[in-house]
């Protein structure tokens, strides 16, 4: 539940139309400026507890003090600005990990250097009825690690913390 | 030696000859805990629940947690999941990335979470579709020889599939019952429950977080913890009925909704409304009775280089308590709030709303340009009690818990090198310590143990039902 700025200004000869999302974590008592995502547009706010108490009015050629998280164009399908676009949105604090991939990453190792196992492909079949054996061999099962994994012992790689 | 081997003298026995012996010999207490509770070496000690066989139809964190307590404290337990599927924990959070494989072979691309993570460990995992006619023997056979079941479905779906307490008592008079879910009977007994609602419905969540004007609103916690805590007040539950049946034989019915248990964690609450009328509010990081006794932002982080912003950017809050007078009268002439101390000399005083926000306040500009660290340290120096809020990477390297093996390292036989924290951080036990066997197995692993080994069903049985996906 957030409150939001629909932008219907003119922008490159159609209605902006953008919705920029005031997300409640940086808005719930707020009191400035804030531009659009996508034509620019300079409004001001002030709101209290969630509620917008005034605004939005246009301030144009002020500098806004913030921007929106997110903003999309629902009337353009799934057209959309995602959270830190330099000038048109604010970057996300969320604080996701430093290394972000976005696919899967197949571990084959966990933090201090020893295998891990159990990754994709996994055996083609686990025996009768599904059932895996207690035990996944990693010398016969993933030898390639197993060569791995004994390289870094020999480098020292491998930490018991 | 007395003369006569048959009396028996106290000089003549192993240990200290008197008092002052025995004082002297007597280890220092951190020696003796190390000795009593010697981490790593659980496994060389007996399991308080060897022989309860208990079996697991539960799904997600909430009632698979309440057997687990019991799986880990020596107990055997055979989990059924639904067949070509699983538990559909599983297949939730955290992302893809993470994932666990394998899962089955029926599904190769597919693995499990790591949600899934403590909440199933040392468990047989077996597979079945118990509602089906044919498979009913198989599940009744494994009701006569257990001790009892852990379900987690709607009330009165295991009695319409007749495999409810009624009938399940008739087979096993000494079979104790366990249903765990969301509200129980009553008129709001179709609703279901996760973790969120029960801390939303129970009234949790409406006293966490700080109030609506500073910025706040109800919290939940952001892990499953009334999973959790739910889950561990049914292990009591069934830990009694075990205790109770020692003495008179039967088994019983536990039907516990994780809605109400919630309530449990809000003390005072309802005694407070029901005497004065007043609803209790939020108060977020500070304390309703005590001040100074709260979570400080301190302005500086204590990893300011750190590359995870968890580090970089985190950690910059700091637990300060010093509600005594005499502590409060220390930390004002610390902090320099001089004009408080005089202003609020008593803890009634300083606990006022007002009073509060004015502490806070003061207390975080002096921490203003001061890292967590610091501030902790200035604390403690001074005799008062400061602690960082720290997270998972600092807990991991903690001293303090490495060394009493609260966190500790493992090769899972199928999953590898597994950080672990949750078994062994659930109290110690001298005796009969909790262990972990492995963290948990792919789903039907052990359906040829299960059926073959432990029911008699020949494999050809076995795969058959495997075709029909019964199993």
């Known amino acids: 539940m957030c409150d939001i700025i629909w932008c219907k200004k003119d922008f490159e000869g159609k209605p902006c139309n953008t919705i920029n999302y005031l997300d409640p974590y940086c808005f719930w008592n707020w009191e400035g400026t804030i531009n659009c995502a996508e034509c620019g547009a300079v409004y001001y706010i002030h709101m209290i507890q969630g509620k917008m108490y005034r605004g939005p009015e246009d301030r144009p050629g002020e500098k806004p003090d913030t921007s929106p998280l997110y903003a999309d164009k629902p009337l353009e399908g799934y057209r959309f600005y995602g959270a830190g676009i330099p000038d048109r949105t604010r970057p996300f604090e969320c604080l996701p990990r430093h290394i972000y991939l976005g696919v899967p990453d197949m571990v084959k190792f966990s933090i201090r250097n020893r295998p891990v196992r159990g990754w994709r492909p996994q055996a083609p079949d686990g025996g009768i009825a599904g059932s895996y054996q207690f035990n996944w061999d990693l010398k016969r099962l993933s030898p390639d690690v197993y060569e791995e994994y004994q390289q870094k012992i020999k480098n020292g790689e491998v930490t018991e913390w | ?471």
């Not at chain 2, 026995?13 to 008092?19: A, E, H, R, T, W």
């Open chain 2, 1 to 471: 030696m007395a003369k006569d081997p048959r009396e028996t003298r106290i000089e003549d026995l192993p240990g200290p000859k008197s008092k002052e012996e025995l004082e002297e010999m007597k280890m220092p207490y951190e020696e003796y805990c190390k000795a009593q509770f010697d981490p790593g070496n659980e496994f060389s000690k007996p399991q308080s629940l060897k022989g309860i066989r208990w079996l697991s139809t539960t799904m997600y964190i909430f009632t698979p947690h309440s057997v687990s307590n019991l799986a880990e404290l020596g107990a055997d337990v055979i989990k059924v999941e639904m067949p070509r599927m699983g538990d559909p924990m599983r297949h939730c959070a955290p992302f893809n990335e993470t994932y666990l494989y394998p899962l089955h072979d029926s599904r190769p691309m597919t693995g499990t979470g790591m949600g899934y993570l403590n909440a199933n460990p040392n468990e047989y995992h077996i597979t079945m579709d118990y509602h089906l006619p044919e498979m009913k023997e198989a599940f009744y056979s494994l009701v006569k020889m257990s001790d009892g079941l852990t379900e987690c479905y709607r009330p009165g779906t295991f009695d319409r599939w007749n495999q409810s307490f009624r009938f399940l008592q008739e087979m096993n008079p000494r079979f104790i019952y366990v249903w765990g879910g969301g509200f129980g009977y009553g008129p709001k007994c179709f609703g279901g429950s996760y973790d969120i609602l029960g801390q939303a419905h129970a009234g949790l969540a409406s006293v966490t977080g700080m109030h609506e004007y500073m910025g706040g609103h109800p919290l939940k916690h952001s892990n499953w913890c009334i999973d959790w805590y739910s889950g561990t007040q049914i292990t009591f539950g069934i830990l009694a009925a075990i205790h109770w049946r020692r003495k008179t034989g039967l088994g019983t019915m536990i039907e516990f909704s994780q809605v109400q248990a919630a309530t449990r964690c809000l003390g005072y609450a309802a005694p407070l409304y029901g005497r004065f009328g007043i609803v209790r509010q939020r108060w977020g990081n500070w304390d309703t009775q005590l001040c100074a006794h709260g979570i400080i932002l301190c302005g500086k982080s204590d990893f300011p280089d750190a590359e995870n912003p968890q580090d970089r950017l985190e950690a910059r809050y700091a637990m300060v308590s010093a509600f005594q007078d005499e502590d409060w009268k220390e930390l004002c002439a610390i902090t320099g709030m001089k004009d408080l101390m005089d202003k609020y000399k008593s803890n009634n005083e300083r606990a006022e709303g007002e009073a509060q926000i004015e502490i806070y306040a003061a207390l975080e500009k002096w921490a203003e340009d001061k890292s967590r660290g610091e501030v902790c340290k200035t604390l403690q120096d001074a005799g008062l009690l400061a602690e960082p809020v720290c997270n998972d990477r600092e807990y991991y390297e903690d001293e303090h818990w490495r060394m009493r093996g609260t966190v500790r390292w493992m090769d899972d036989p199928i999953f590898g090198d597994i950080l672990q924290h949750g078994t062994y951080a659930s109290g110690l036990l001298s005796k009969t310590p909790r262990r972990l066997f492995w963290i948990w197995r792919p789903v039907g692993a052990d359906n040829v143990k299960i059926y073959h080994e432990l029911l008699g069903y020949p494999t050809k049985t076995i795969e058959e039902w495997y075709e029909k996906a019964w199993l």
